[in-house]
């Protein structure tokens, strides 16, 4: 039930006030009708103390009247920008609470559509809709009973032809809400292009990709204006046919009405009435299908909202642990996981005590960052066990255990705010004094100094005023800030030349001395140290030992250190 979110964020004091609104418009519409009919009688009839009698009460029911309107206005405004708040600060969390797994499976353009065009629709209908698809129906059937009690032949035969006019827009409004899907969904579809182009916008410029991605835009642009159009001619028909339409009991008013006032059987105020009061019978032909048509809109875009706030989130299950005086950090035994169905690590069983240094190598996409992601819950549906600081890595509140580790990967996020922001986040209370320390040992300090603005200095999105190099050491100090229990390493250090990767190795280094840490060594170098280095392949833990250890099993280890020492003349 898509409403039931809406339900929840407009307070009943709101709902009340609208509900008084709406009550009161319909009233006094009513009362005004009436004045205005004794007003003109009375005039007629010379009776001129009945007149300014309903004069006065004709004025002061019309200043009631415009009180209400902008009360019901500005209550409706206040309760959309409630809701437009509430559902996007949903959204928004959601997408942070969001297992791995889900984010993995969703689009990024898509999630921002649910939050952008969906919620507009949700927005439009609330402001322009919502309150006259109530007060529309309800005026009718107010304003009915009143003619039908002022005169029941001429009102009968007024609104004969209702029930048809109302037949046909609910049946031609039908599709409604199927087109708006197919819109929503095309809207979606280019929301995920643009972002797709923004986040690789230098690859589609060096690929020359224009063209291509041209074609994909051009076409999702078509299919979104076909979708636009087909919803557009449809309300066009409703509301021109319902417009036609409308005129109809107008003309059977003026006609039996003007003929009945004419021989004596009706008054002139009542035929006046008639006239004034007809439009609330035929108003919700005309602007009833556009009403509906904002509602059917709105309904589908609640829907794909709330199919995203109805995904589960990830575990808050779980406690806060004491982890001092630990021995083993990590202890994982048997594990295995897929991300799909074919396993990425099998059997794999290897702990990290405290102090040690443990390396995993290996070739390309055998499982190193997945490691990573398993020992800070990122994914959960592996067999064995994981003990991260002697406790089920599941009887951890994952919030908690994140508290303890640090993780530099290899794709550097960086938010666009300034560098301290960047680097603080993860302890927010570190003083300047420890923040400087922790960049100089990341050898970061320096040309943060180079810096206009030194830690001050913004940083744009995607970190594009620093080299992938100084991204590196950003992320590295900004872990060392974070002052872990475990330092998760991924030494992605490929990228850079060669001067950049020196530099960044010998943060890491500095970084890893005194600190127990699992490195995903690229460069075999800088785990020559390593207090166990273990070697996956496709998955498994092939070698384990040190470096000299390894050496001399000449495994893959072994081919690797070598491959590495040739390329480098000498040097692994
Ligand atoms: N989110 C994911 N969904 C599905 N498959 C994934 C996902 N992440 C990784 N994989 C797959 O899991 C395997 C292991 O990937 P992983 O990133 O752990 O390897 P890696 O050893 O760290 O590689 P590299 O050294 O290139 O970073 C690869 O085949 C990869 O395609």
């Excluded at 009887?395 to 996020?413: C, F, M, N, P």
């Amino acid at each position: 039930m898509p409403f039931k979110y809406l339900k929840s964020m407009v307070c009943k004091r709101d709902f009340t006030f609208i509900t008084i609104c709406l009550v009161s418009e319909i009233a006094l519409t009513l009362l005004i009708a009436q004045k205005f009919r004794l007003l003109v009688d009375s005039a007629i009839d010379g009776n001129y103390q009945l007149f300014y009698t309903n004069l006065i009460a004709l004025i002061l029911f019309t200043v009631l009247i415009a009180v209400c309107i902008s009360f019901r206005t500005f209550t409706i405004g206040k309760i959309s920008e409630k809701i437009t708040y509430y559902l996007r600060k949903q959204g928004t969390e959601k997408l942070v609470d969001l297992p791995q797994s889900k984010l993995d499976k969703m689009h990024s353009g898509d999630a921002m559509s649910r939050l952008s065009n969906d919620l507009q629709l949700v927005k439009q209908f609330v402001e322009n809709d919502g309150y006259f698809l109530l007060l529309r129906p309800l005026m009718a059937v107010a304003v009915f009973t009143y003619l039908f009690y002022l005169n029941w032949q001429l009102t009968l035969i007024s609104s004969a032809v209702l029930p048809v006019l109302y037949i046909i827009m609910i049946q031609l409004g039908k599709p409604l809400g199927n087109y708006s899907k197919e819109l929503q969904s095309e809207l979606a579809n280019i929301n995920k292009t643009t972002q797709d182009t923004l986040g690789g916008v230098s690859v589609v410029k060096s690929f020359n990709l224009q063209s291509i991605i041209d074609k994909k835009y051009r076409k999702q642009v078509k299919a979104s204006i076909d979708s636009g159009i087909k919803l557009d001619k449809r309300k066009t028909v409703l509301e021109s046919l319902m417009i036609g339409l409308s005129f109809l009991p107008q003309l059977v008013t003026f006609g039996v009405g003007g003929y009945l006032a004419v021989i004596g059987y009706l008054s002139a105020g009542k035929l006046l009435a008639f006239i004034n009061l007809l439009n609330y019978l035929t108003f919700p032909m005309k602007l009833l299908p556009g009403h509906y048509a904002s509602y059917k809109s709105a309904l589908e875009g609640l829907k794909r909202i709330q199919k995203l706030l109805d995904e589960e989130n990830e575990r808050d299950t779980g406690k806060a642990f004491e982890k001092e005086n630990v021995e083993t950090l990590v202890e994982v035994e048997n594990l295995t996981f897929g991300y799909n169905d074919s396993p990425v690590l099998k059997n794999l069983t290897f702990s990290v005590k405290k102090g040690e240094t443990v390396a995993l190598v290996g070739p390309s996409g055998s499982g190193k960052s997945t490691v990573f992601k398993l020992l800070t819950g990122f994914y959960s549906g592996y067999y064995g066990t994981i003990k991260m600081f002697e406790k089920d890595i599941q009887s951890w509140k994952l919030d908690s255990l994140r508290e303890q580790i640090a993780t530099v990967s290899q794709d550097t996020y960086l938010f666009p705010e300034t560098i301290e922001y960047n680097l603080k986040v993860g302890n927010e209370d570190c003083s300047e004094e420890e923040m400087v320390k922790a960049a100089i040992n990341a050898n970061a300090h320096e040309f943060i100094k180079n810096e206009p603005y030194w830690y001050k200095t913004m940083i744009k999105e995607r970190g594009e005023n620093f080299s992938g190099g100084q991204k590196q050491r950003l992320a590295l100090t900004r872990a060392i800030v974070k002052n872990p229990k475990l330092m998760l390493l991924d030494e992605a250090t490929s990228a850079l030349d060669t001067e950049s990767e020196a530099i960044v190795q010998n943060a890491i280094s500095k970084a890893m001395t005194g600190r127990t840490c699992i490195v995903i060594a690229h460069r075999l170098s800088t785990i020559v140290q390593a207090d166990r280095i273990l070697v996956l392949n496709e998955g498994c833990i092939i070698e384990e030992g040190t470096h000299q250890d390894l050496l001399e099993q000449k495994g893959l280890y072994y081919d690797l250190y070598y491959k590495q020492f040739k390329k480098k003349g000498g040097v692994a």
